[in-house]
């Protein structure tokens, strides 16, 4: 037996718009603002908020996504809840709802489904806000300047204190909005929202504070400021840091070329310290930069002759332990060189495995291009590169 006490409150949840407005293919109740739809967020307000029957007014033909959504929603509550089919305009929506409310509901709230990040606790507000003879309104002060126009022609000005922004949920005691349904009905007269139908039968209707997440899903727009707000919060990702390096080496000494970790016989060798990789001290650059550990003369320098004809992959390992002591990740690296040789094209997977190995597999690529004979590069003289890494902190 239960021995839950059936509630005196109602919401009925209007759902049945087609959402010409939002325009997203699909009825507005059933679009997903995350990964769960308008119509999941707007119940999962109405049921952490305090029991009551809840009444979804769904678009005719979508009863059991709108089933599915209320299950999902009401959890333990499941029993308090039920969809009907709604109307052409928002009124018979709220009629169709209206027509199963239980006997022992008292106060009735309407709410739009596309106001779905109402927050609960406004919904009790309003619900402990209606008296026996008032309807109640969430409304917010109004911010933008009014002006009364008439085509293109501004005619006046109107004073912004007398108006408030109608939100739902609008809630109302039972009897007399049934008889002002009735009325309204009898009249054939469409009201732009409960408040006035409620009104134009004679009855108050007072505000309370309304919420700044309580505005409606009207527009695309509307639609990504929504999703914004339910996006995770960002505290504690930690931002990505950029780092740029460049080298130039010319081409001069002993040996063969050593560039991008790779070794070119045939092709002449770059002077400098070490092999003269200009591609790999670059990246090695770029990487210090972007965790602000210093640079490559600091850490491998004319200081340091451990290095002294070092490869690639020396360079590269001892800055990823750098980085990583510092507690730092590496993104990625792209780096790119300019000049007439070596041909690099065929060999660009090689070096690019080479590199990421030595990087413990970061993504490394490396291009390379000529340049139309001008400069060094075009000369002849040299090799010039340029590099850029993302490296991520630790949180
Ligand atoms: N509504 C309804 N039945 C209708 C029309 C509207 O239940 N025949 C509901 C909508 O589902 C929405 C609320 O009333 O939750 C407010 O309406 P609105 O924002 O205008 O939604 P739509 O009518 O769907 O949108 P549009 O006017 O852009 O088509
Ligand atoms: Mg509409």
């Given amino acids: 037996m239960s021995i839950l006490p059936v509630p005196d409150t109602a919401i009925i949840v209007v759902a049945a718009g087609s959402g010409t407005r939002l325009d997203a293919g699909a009825p507005k109740a059933f679009v997903g603002i995350d990964a769960r739809p308008i119509l999941r967020h707007a119940l999962d307000g109405v049921f952490a908020a305090r029991p009551a029957q809840v009444i979804v007014v769904a678009p005719a033909g979508h009863e059991g996504d709108a089933e599915t959504e209320l299950r999902a929603a009401a959890g333990e509550r499941a029993d308090l809840g039920r969809v009907v089919t709604g109307g052409l305009t928002r009124q018979q929506s709220v009629a169709a709802g209206l027509a199963a409310l239980w006997g022992d509901v008292t106060t009735v709230l309407v709410h739009d489904a596309a106001r779905a990040l109402t927050p609960p606790a406004l919904i009790d507000a309003v619900a402990d806000a ?19 126009i008439d085509g293109g022609a501004v005619t006046g000005a109107v004073d912004r204190s007398e108006l408030a922004a109608a939100q739902t949920p609008q809630g109302f005691p039972r009897a007399l909005l049934e008889s002002a ?34 505005f409606k899903i009207t527009t695309p727009a509307d639609l990504e400021r929504a999703r914004q707000l339910l996006a995770p919060a960002r505290v504690g990702v930690p931002i990505p840091r950029v780092g740029i390096g460049t080298d130039v080496h010319a081409f001069g000494g002993e040996g063969t070329l050593w560039l991008a970790g790779l070794e070119w016989p045939g092709e002449h060798p770059l002077s400098g310290h070490s092999d003269g990789d200009a591609v790999a001290h670059a990246i090695v650059d770029a990487l210090l930069g972007a965790a602000g550990l210093g ?44 000049a007439n040789r070596p041909r690099f094209s065929a060999r ?3 070096a690019e495995r080479v590199l990421s190995a030595a990087l413990g597999g970061a993504p490394v690529s490396v291009t390379a291009t000529t340049t139309d004979g001008l400069g060094f590069p075009g000369r002849g003289e040299g090799v010039s590169v340029t590099a850029v890494a993302i490296v991520i902190p630790a949180t």
């Fill in 181 to 214: 349904y009735a009325e309204a009905l009898a009249s054939g007269s469409e009201y732009t929202d409960d408040a006035a139908l409620f009104a134009a039968a004679g009855h108050p209707v007072r505000r309370i504070d309304g919420s700044e997440r309580g």
């Fill in 295 to 338: 640079d490559i003369g600091e850490h491998f320098g004319t200081a340091h002759p451990e290095y002294a004809g070092a490869h690639a992959e020396v360079f590269l390992a001892r800055t990823r332990e750098l980085l990583a002591e510092a507690g730092f990740t590496i993104g990625n690296v792209s780096a790119q060189f300019q």
């Fill in 348 to 350: 660009r997977a090689e």
């Fill in 130 to 148: 209606v008296t026996g003879d008032a309807g109640v309104i969430p409304a917010l002060p109004v911010v933008d300047t009014l002006k009364r």
